[in-house]
């Protein structure tokens, strides 16, 4: 609150915080008795929320330094607090009393209870279990190496909350390690032409890091003899043993064999490969990429009608992609992807093809792919879409009244304009345009009036070439239709729900705007697949149904914030594709995602429930794209 001027809901503080709004008031009531001392307080003024009234900057800054520093184990919310608890159960490798972790967060045991249920469910992604002892208290199971990639991803997503590498958490003899290790492996890799991008770097600086506390700490790996010799024969193994001869020379701490296993692993996992040797079929001898990259083409031909398999360049990237991502199944391996959230914003259209294009893949294990996984999938196909536009390049036909001249300088025009969309372009008289041989011509462009009609679209410019003759000439190179969304929303498809869960939700939708129950188990089956939850109480699920003629957006605002997953959503967006893709459905999707980034448009949506303003907001929208 102190970083914001306008009122806020007890709604989205109690969203934000996983509480109830009841308790959210408790709290502010709470607080302004103890700011009554600083000349500051929160004001609550119904039905518009609540606002901190600042008149003594310096006693409420002072005031709120105490606060943050009166106690080290101070927690600022539910999810910190269960990354404390894992990080702190990973680390200790002994019995500990649940009455010392509840002291030392000042948390009850039934709120503590409630932690341990994402503690398990953070655990048993790695295949490590919780286990409880009466008189002992509780510790975490399973292979060392397990515990290293769950404290990797810990820490991992510590840093990706902030913007520096390696961040503010680790004091100076930690900070000098890393250091260390980073440049390390900068050397190493530098030296043996091994390419990794940015954050799989900082992945395997983390990785050598949590190994090194843990090997200092008597927790050594286990690996078979069969396993060390398998692994023995890739090529990161011999990058992996200079790793950790720099290592024993530079910070003194032995990697023995097991420990060189891992960081070829490791190694594996996250470089990017660029091309297929020998080195890469040991490692996959039982892994059938093409095939896995044909499935996944397939899946999105049959269910968006986009057809993909004359894209030579997307079949190379999945390939190559697939190779390390074999690895990082087989083995456990978490590459996190911080840029998840934007490409599931930004990317809507890509992050759901790239769903399809996954739901048969099963990881080594039998699970699904992770968030992370698919969202590096998406980039992938998000190309493929923008090669897709491009590739389906146009022959253009000028015609000007005045002369070759003037037709030749048209012709420049558009060249320098849309190079990359036109194949080719010719140019005619008047005259020759009579028996002019149209068959590979796609579009007709005049200076003058055309008194005939001919066989192909047709557009007549000035020879200047006008702003409204640049939109008229656009509209037929990139395929565009003339676009307005409100073609897409109808006020029956904008709706309101009392609904309090997800099933209820989507049963609501389907009944009241869809009429066809068929549709509501298939919504609710995707959203199991992957999360469709986004920021600012958004959630945005999407439907491709050949048996729907038209294309169009269903908005369901909810009366109060519901838990949908693991977010609170207040906002349900389900666009229904029932058209083969074009421009128009991007350019649908386009304005999708400036409305629910927005956080000021999602919050006019939510309080005024109504469709004239909805569209209002496109229409501010579309001015800002300049559609």
């Known amino acids: 609150m102190k970083d914001r001027e306008e009122y806020v809901t007890s709604e989205t503080l109690s969203a934000l915080n996983n509480v109830s709004s009841k308790t959210i008031l408790k709290d502010i009531k709470s607080l302004n008795e103890d700011l009554k001392h600083t000349d500051n307080f929160i004001e609550v003024v119904p039905s518009m929320g609540l606002k901190l009234v600042v008149n003594d900057i310096e006693k409420l800054v002072n005031f709120y330094n105490s606060i943050n520093h009166s106690n080290k184990f101070l927690i600022q919310g539910v999810v910190e607090r269960e990354e404390w608890i894992l990080n702190y159960l990973l680390e200790s490798n002994e019995w500990v009393k649940v009455e010392t ?37 509780i ?23 902030i913007e520096e590498f390696p961040g503010t958490h680790y004091d100076a003899e930690e900070l000098y390690s890393i250091k260390k290790i980073e440049n390390i492996v900068d050397r190493i890799l530098t030296q043996f032409k091994i390419s990794m991008s940015e954050v799989s770097v900082q992945n395997f600086v983390i990785q050598i890091f949590i190994s090194l506390k843990r090997i200092k700490s008597g927790m050594f790996l286990k690996s078979s ?26 910070l003194g701490v032995e990697m023995r064999d097991q420990e060189i296993v891992s960081l070829s692993i490791h190694l594996a996992a996250k470089r990017i490969i660029r091309e297929t040797d020998e080195s890469i079929h040991k490692i996959i001898e039982d892994f059938d990429v093409p095939a896995l990259v044909n499935n996944m083409i397939n899946n999105i031909k049959k269910k968006w009608q986009l057809d993909f398999t004359q894209d030579n360049e997307l079949y190379t990237q999945l390939e190559l992609h697939l190779i390390p991502l074999e690895v990082r199944s087989r083995y456990n391996v978490v590459l996190r992807n911080p840029l998840i959230d934007q490409i599931k914003q930004q990317n809507i259209l890509s992050y759901q093809m790239a769903v399809t294009a996954c739901e048969n893949f099963y990881d080594y294990h039998g699970n699904r792919l992770s968030e992370d996984e698919i969202g590096y999938i998406a980039l992938h196909i998000n190309l493929a879409l923008l090669r897709k536009q491009i590739n389906n390049k146009k022959n253009v036909l000028i015609v000007s009244g005045i002369g070759r001249g ?36 796609n579009l007709l462009i005049s200076s003058m009036p055309l008194k005939n009609k001919y066989p192909v679209n047709t557009v007549e410019v000035n020879y ?32 309101y729900s009392k609904a309090k869960n997800k099933e209820d939700v989507i049963s609501y939708i389907i009944r009241n705007a869809i009429d066809d129950n068929g549709l509501s188990q298939i919504i609710i089956n995707s959203d199991e697949v992957v999360s469709n939850e986004l920021d600012n109480l958004v959630v945005m ?37 029932g058209e083969p893709i074009d421009s128009s459905t991007l350019k649908l999707f386009k304005e999708l995602t400036c409305l629910i980034q927005d956080p ?3 919050k006019r949506v939510i309080r005024h429930k109504s469709f004239e303003e909805i569209l209002k907001i496109f229409d501010e929208i579309e001015v800002s794209l300049e559609i």
């Not at 790695?126 to 409880?132: A, E, G, K, V």
């Not at 605002?557 to 349900?572: H, M, N, T």
């Open 139 to 161: 510790k975490v199971d399973g292979r060392e190496f397990n515990k290293r990639l769950c404290l990797a991803e810990i820490q991992i997503s510590r840093i990706y909350q």
């Open 541 to 577: 699920l999407s439907l491709n149904c050949v048996s729907q003629s038209k294309t169009r957006v269903i908005i369901c605002v909810l009366s109060k914030p519901i838990l949908w997953c693991e977010k609170r959503i207040q906002l349900v967006i389900l666009p229904i594709i």
């Open 464 to 495: 200047f070439l006008k702003e409204h003759d640049i939109k008229q000439i656009e509209k037929y190179i990139l395929n565009q239709k003339a676009f307005n969304i409100k073609n897409y929303l109808h006020k029956n498809l904008c709706i």
């Open 225 to 250: 003899n069969d396993m060390v010799l398998d692994i023995a024969h890739w090529r990161e193994s011999v990058v992996a043993v200079e790793i950790a001869k720099m290592i024993n020379e530079e």
């Open 600 to 602: 000021i448009f999602v």
């Open 406 to 441: 003037t037709a030749h300088t048209l012709a420049y025009k558009l060249k320098d304009i849309y190079g990359k969309y036109i194949n080719e372009i010719k140019t005619t008289d008047y005259i020759g345009l009579n028996n002019y041989n149209f068959s590979d011509i």
């Open 101 to 137: 972790l509840c002291h030392k967060l000042y948390v009850s045991q039934s709120v503590f209870s409630q932690n341990l249920k994402f503690v398990r469910r953070a655990l048993r992604k790695y295949d490590l279990t919780l286990s409880q002892k009466p008189h002992y208290g």
